[in-house]
């Protein structure tokens, strides 16, 4: 079931047309008389989908809710993640659909209260990996073989981080101790520095264990984790960083990638998005909402594929490990100005 999953990325301000809320009675049996409902709220979010698509794709979601409430739930579109938060703030939305650092500053900035997490494959989180093609040097014992379940690949992890022979996790933190092997002048890839699993998470670790990460290592630029596995692969860095497991990215055309490429740490697990719903909204409107939502997933079979093309999601969940969050509002204000 969706709750007993496991816990496992900013700008202008959208112009949303629908004004926010006016009260009126819950019209539907909530067994509370002590708030006033409002009389419609809006879901603010940056779908998957564009263009024409989009009515039809927010319309089976909105319309479930408002059937389920008993009252008109509309959907707009914000033109990116800081778009959802500052459209909660100023009442244009009450509901936040949105990536995990928006989750956070609207948390921090506007009182919203987090009910749940996006669930991608399973999980809500998930571990930037340290990739390496010299295991003699960052591995404390011989590689092992561990199955990514996701894809069947049997791919080769070391210093303990996976068991021999087992489907692999990918839990972290794990090994970290191993990035101080990184020397001066190693050669490490590295994505954009908007990147939580391709630069954040990373590079924090790598100052947490006493690397100059600007001038102590030699950054190699790539564009997306497929190409941080490469680089990695063709020899062109020692040590690279992509998400869990990015080398399945690469697996048809590196048939080899389990032999040369090598994962030797977990960073902490980076949070996946969620909903986060306004301070202002009655504390019975939001346990209803948050009870269809997390069952939206299951209601039917359309319902499961208007989640994965809307938000590009599995399910919901309404165990938000709420510690994930603030931990990448940490990492995240070290890379903003």
């Known amino acids: 079931m969706r709750k007993s999953l496991m816990v496992t990325g900013v700008a202008a301000v959208a112009a949303l047309a629908l004004a926010g809320c006016s009260a009126a009675s819950d019209p539907s049996a909530s067994g509370s008389t002590d708030t006033a409902w409002p009389e419609s709220i809006t879901i603010s979010l940056v779908p998957s989908v564009e263009g024409e698509d989009l009515a039809e794709a927010l319309d089976p979601l909105t319309t479930y809710l408002s059937e389920n409430l008993g009252i008109e739930v509309n959907g707009v579109?914000?033109?990116?993640?800081?778009?959802?938060?500052?459209?909660?703030?100023?009442?244009?939305?009450q509901v936040i659909i949105t990536d995990a650092g928006s989750l956070y500053n609207a948390m921090n900035r506007y009182d919203a209260e987090l009910i749940l997490r996006d669930v991608r494959f399973g999980a809500t989180s998930y571990a930037s990996v340290a990739f390496t093609n010299n295991p003699d040097k960052y591995c404390a014992e011989a590689p092992i073989m561990s199955t990514y379940a996701a894809s069947g690949i049997e791919?080769?992890?070391c210093n303990g981080i996976e068991g021999?022979?087992?489907?692999?996790?990918?839990?972290?933190p794990a090994a970290l101790d191993a990035l101080e092997k990184i020397d001066e002048g190693t050669k490490v890839a590295l994505q954009a520095a908007t990147s939580p699993a391709g630069y954040q998470y990373p590079v924090v670790?790598?100052?947490?264990?006493?690397i100059d990460t600007d001038a102590g290592i030699v950054q190699i630029p790539v564009e997306g984790n497929n190409n941080a596995?490469?680089?990695v692969y063709n020899g062109d860095a020692e040590v690279g960083f992509a998400y869990w497991d990015a080398r399945t990215t690469v697996a048809e055309e590196a048939t080899d990638i389990a032999d040369k490429v090598v994962a030797f740490a977990y960073t902490d697990m980076i949070p996946n998005g969620g909903v986060a719903v306004s301070s202002a909204l009655p504390a019975d409107?939001?346990?209803q909402l948050t009870e269809l939502m997390d069952g939206y997933a299951d209601s039917s079979e359309e319902a499961k594929t208007v989640m994965f093309d809307l938000v590009g999601l599995s399910d919901w969940t309404d165990q938000t490990a709420p510690e994930e969050i603030t931990r990448y509002g940490e990492i995240l204000a070290q890379f903003q100005n």
């Open 285 to 287: 409107l939001v346990s």
């Open 164 to 172: 021999d022979g087992e489907n692999a996790t990918g839990q972290g």
């Open 205 to 210: 670790a790598m100052r947490e264990a006493g």
């Open 77 to 93: 579109v914000a033109t990116d993640y800081a778009a959802t938060v500052e459209a909660l703030g100023t009442d244009q939305a």
């Open 155 to 157: 791919l080769s992890y």
């Open 229 to 231: 596995v490469l680089a």
